[in-house]
């Protein structure tokens, strides 16, 4: 049966999301053909609202509003800037600040390097946190990638990247489940892993 292509737009569309399979996209484009009208409604304004009104901020890449340079974290004078947790993704910032142990700044790479799917160092926010370490004010990066295969290889390449400066490279402490995702942790495990972070050699 070939379906309307209204439909199948939708269906495509649900299918480039990540972690949305074929079965799922066509679920949920089945779904909002039958639910009422404010339900589709809502959900358009929403995808539209993220891209006009939220941005990435200049200096980490975390989230912020649109029209702001920087993030909340990075304006606030209370943040030590001597100290720059790197991850993966800002749902990680949004996981470290649910701690309330973490009183540095932030860089968000915007994803890991994975020769698989062809990510490579250009498509991360890598040269940007090499020139935010250039500048000097940094004295400690404690690279809080997942610890998975690509999260690891991340960061022994981000050790690498950053050898050349006088800043101290730390790793988050092992104890976070293997393969798992910071953002599921549960505060703390993060805290423990924190704390124990240890020098990269
Ligand atoms: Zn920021």
Known sequence: MILPE???NLINAFERLPGIGPKSASRLAFYLLRAPRDISQELAEALTDIKDRVAFCQECFNITVAGRERCEVCESPSRDGAVICVVEEALDVLALERTGGFQGKYHVLHGVLSPIEGIGPDD?????LVDRVAKGE???IILATNP???GDATALYLQQQLEPY???????????????????????TL???LAGRQVMD
Request: no cysteine; charged share 30%.
């Open 6 to 8: 209204p439909l199948q």
């Open 124 to 128: 991360l926010k890598i040269q940007a």
């Open 138 to 140: 940094a004295k400690e």
């Open 148 to 150: 998975s295969m690509e």
């Open 166 to 188: 006088e800043v101290r490279v730390t790793r988050l402490a092992r104890g976070l489940p293997v393969g798992g995702d910071l953002e599921y942790a549960d505060q703390n």
């Open 191 to 193: 805290l423990r892993a």
